[in-house]
């Protein structure tokens, strides 16, 4: 999913290891869909060092959605794979 996003919030990112034993930088950060207040919202992973973005920053993401069962349960993840801030100069 591609689409243009309004940040409502981004956690402060934390230190993870990767099974191969180095470390990443992970943060969760929730997105809304420009429209309404009532548009969509999503709380999406941001791997590595990828900035800080605060609340009414507008960006263009790609998300990819994944779902998996364990334990008799499903779990989707949400990932953003591409992220860019658009600067109030910039937008329209």
């Not at 943060?27 to 309404?36: A, C, F």
């Not at 800080?52 to 263009?60: H, I, N, T």
């Amino acid at each position: 999913m591609k689409e243009l996003f309004k940040v409502i919030s981004q956690s402060e990112p934390t230190t993870i290891r990767k099974q191969d034993g180095s470390q990443i930088h992970k943060s969760i950060i929730v997105l809304q869909e420009i429209g309404s207040q009532y548009e969509d919202t999503f709380a999406a992973t941001l791997l590595g060092n990828q900035g800080k973005y605060s609340k009414g920053d507008l960006v263009y993401c790609a998300l990819r959605f994944n779902a998996r069962e364990y334990n008799d349960s499903i779990y989707q993840d949400v990932v953003i794979k591409d992220i860019v801030k658009f600067h109030s100069t910039n937008v329209f």
